[in-house]
Every structure is written in structure tokens, then in C-alpha cells.
């Protein structure tokens, strides 16, 4: 380990050995002062002894003392690290003096320490369930064509029925792994801003029509009524392609979660500052208060909701979240169980 020589700490043992020889030389010197004048008293002998054993005393005096002291705050110091360390608040002991400052020190470097433990944690949670949902949603899919394609091969090519059925249930499913896969990639490009916006002035109104008219011709859409009551003439600047994949996206949930019979609207209203305020309502089944604070996480699901589709792939609110985000705009959901939903966001005015 490197040493600097320049630095030369004082020890208990150094500190007494200092003063012991400036409370010797002044005991020395008025004994010798007195022992060679007029009085003669103490002879030089004895002068020279007390000069000694001041020394010695003084020695021992002020080493013991200075490591009294250091030990005293250094016990408290690793005292305050241990209360920091197990989270607990400090004891206020210590003087404003220099070791004092080192616990102020202390104290900002553990609520980091802490923080930054507690971010790291988190994220590490999130990433294990990030695998784990990835994994899981992929494993059904490839489960399923994995069947289709044994129980082809172990015979059902022979029955062209069966064939023809078992190929149209594979092909489902990759298309299945197709969009989990299309969608993963679509968020880690909004994430990492590859996907950058190309905002334009455009009537909103004609941005939600095209997504409109293809959800309403989804299966399951048919008996929905999907209305569009946007103003004509309400004009916002956004990148049209990923607005109108936000519309197709909810859309899709308002049908697939939808009543037969039910209603869908857009509405949108403008707000008095800079913004559009965008609504999707549904009449649907709704979704329970508990279940609302994580519904753009990555494959959240409500319960039992994969059972009623196998299409989505978990990711549409999630990408949807992100699009509204990078056009500087918030979204909201309010919605009651069996009653249905709404999503609102906003979008910035034209310019
Ligand atoms: P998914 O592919 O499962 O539809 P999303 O991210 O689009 O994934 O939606 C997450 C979950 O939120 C859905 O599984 C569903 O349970 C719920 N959800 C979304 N939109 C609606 C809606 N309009 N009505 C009821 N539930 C909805």
C-alpha cells in the first residue's frame, strides 16, 4: 500500500511525549533557576529528579487521557454507523467539533447508500418479474403450437380435416408469439427513444375514424356500437401512426372487455391551456378500484381476464401509457365493476 510520508498523524503517545518535555524543561529549569540562587534549595539533584517524574507523570497523564478520548468518540462513531446501517436514527452525542462533522458525513452518505439500496432493490423486483411475466406469456403460445404440431406429426396429417384445424389453432399462436414479440419490441423502442415522434398538425377526428372502423369489424365487435363524437375542426400536434395505434389499442379493450349490445365513444374536449383532453368510454364489465393503480404495468392483467381472450398480449395499456408520456400528455383511468370504463388522456393543441 502506498504510504505518504508527508503525513504524520498525531498519536496519543507523541502528544504526551511533547508535552511531558515542555512540563519537564519548565520544572527543570526553575528548579536548576532555584537551585543556583541565593536560596540553594532544592539541591540540583533533586531539581533534576522532579524534572523526571514530571516528565514521567505527564506522560502517562495525557497519553491515558487522549486515548480515553479518542476511544470515547470512536465508540460512539461506530455506534452511529451500526444505527445507520440498521436504519435507525443516530444518537445526538457528539460536539460540533470535527468528528461531529464526520457524523453529519456519515449521515448523508448512509441516506444514500440507502436510497440508492432501496432503487436497486426495486428495480431487481421488477426485473425478476418482468422475466417471469415474459417467460410465462411466451410459453403458453409455444406450448399450444408445440401440440398442435405433435399430435400432427403423431398422426392427425393423415385426417386432412384435422390437419387443416390443428394448423389454423398453430398458425394462431404464432401469430400470438408474433404480436407479444412486435409489442416487446415497440416498447423498448419508446423506452429508449428510438422511436422518435414526427409530430404534425392534424384533425384529430379523422385519426380516430381508421382505427374505428377496423376494431368495429374485429369478431366480438359486431353487436358494439363504436361512436366517434370528436369535434370536426379540434386540431392537435401528434405523430398520427403511433395516435391512432393508442385508439386502436384501447378500442380493442373497450370491445373485448365490451357487453353485447354495449356502447363505445370518443369524445374530446379542449382544455384552457395547451392541451386536448381524450376520452374512450365503454359501458363494459369494468374493472375492480384495487386493480386500477398498476393497470399500464407490463402484463398486468386482471384476474381471468386471459381467459376471455387469448389475443392481447398484456402490453396495450403499457404502450398505450408510453405514446400519450412521449407526446407530453398524462392518462387516467376511471372505471366501476360491471359498468364500465374510461380512459381519458391528453394530447397537445395544434399550433
Ligand atoms: P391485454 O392484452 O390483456 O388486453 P392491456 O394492457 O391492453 O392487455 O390491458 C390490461 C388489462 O386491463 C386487461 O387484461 C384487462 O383486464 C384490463 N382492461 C383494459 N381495458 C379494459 C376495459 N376497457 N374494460 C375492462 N377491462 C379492461
Known amino acids: 500500500m502506498p504510504t505518504d510520508r508527508s ?5 496519543p503517545r507523541k502528544a504526551g511525549r511533547t508535552t511531558a518535555t515542555f512540563v519537564a524543561v519548565f520544572t527543570l529549569a526553575i528548579g536548576i533557576f532555584l537551585a543556583v540562587g541565593p536560596v540553594r534549595l532544592p539541591p540540583v539533584w533533586q531539581a533534576v529528579v522532579i524534572g523526571g517524574v514530571a516528565f514521567l507523570a505527564t506522560y502517562i497523564a495525557v497519553t491515558a487521557a487522549v486515548e480515553r478520548y479518542i476511544n470515547a468518540r470512536l465508540r460512539l462513531l461506530f455506534r452511529m454507523v451500526h444505527d445507520l446501517r440498521t436504519g435507525g436514527k443516530p444518537t445526538d452525542e457528539m460536539e460540533a467539533d470535527s468528528i461531529g462533522e ?3 458525513t456519515l449521515e448523508v452518505w448512509a441516506r444514500e447508500k440507502r436510497t440508492e439500496i432501496a432503487e436497486l432493490t426495486e428495480r431487481e423486483k421488477y426485473r425478476r418479474e418482468f422475466i417471469g411475466n415474459l417467460s410465462h406469456e411466451l ?7 408445440q401440440g398442435y404440431v405433435l399430435t400432427l406429426l403423431d398422426g392427425g396429417l393423415e385426417d386432412p380435416k384435422v390437419a387443416r384445424d390443428f394448423l389454423e389453432r398453430a398458425a394462431r399462436g404464432s ?19 428510438v422511436l422518435a415522434l414526427k409530430p404534425r398538425n392534424v384533425e384529430l377526428n379523422s385519426i380516430v375514424s381508421d382505427p374505428m372502423v377496423e376494431v368495429q369489424r374485429l369478431p ?10 370528436v369535434p370536426e375542426g379540434l386540431r392537435v400536434r401528434v405523430d398520427p401512426a403511433k395516435c391512432a395505434q393508442v385508439f386502436t389499442n384501447l378500442l380493442e379493450n373497450a370491445v373485448r372487455y365490451g357487453k353485447p349490445g354495449g356502447e363505445v365513444e370518443v369524445l374530446a374536449y379542449a382544455l384552457d391551456g395547451d392541451h386536448v383532453l381524450v376520452e374512450v368510454r365503454d359501458n363494459g364489465i369494468g374493472i375492480a378500484e384495487e386493480h386500477l393503480p398498476r393497470l399500464f404495468e407490463r402484463f398486468y392483467r386482471v384476474n381471468n381476464s386471459r381467459a376471455r381472450h387469448e389475443g392481447g398480449s398484456g402490453l396495450g ?13 398524462t392518462i387516467t383511468v376511471k372505471s366501476e ?5 374510461t380512459f381519458g388522456f391528453t394530447l397537445p393543441k395544434a399550433n
Open 7 to 11: 503525513f504524520d498523524p498525531i498519536t
Open 102 to 104: 464526520v457524523r453529519n
Open 139 to 145: 410459453k403458453t403460445p409455444l406450448f399450444n403450437i
Open 175 to 193: 401469430d400470438r408469439l408474433m404480436k407479444i414479440v412486435e409489442d416487446l419490441d415497440m416498447i423498448s423502442k419508446l423506452e429508449n427513444g
Open 220 to 229: 366480438g365487435a359486431q353487436n358494439i356500437r363504436l361512436i366517434n363524437s
Open 317 to 329: 395499456l403499457a404502450i398505450v401509457k408510453h405514446i400519450v408520456e412521449a407526446h407530453g400528455g
Open 337 to 341: 365493476a360491471g359498468h364500465g370504463t
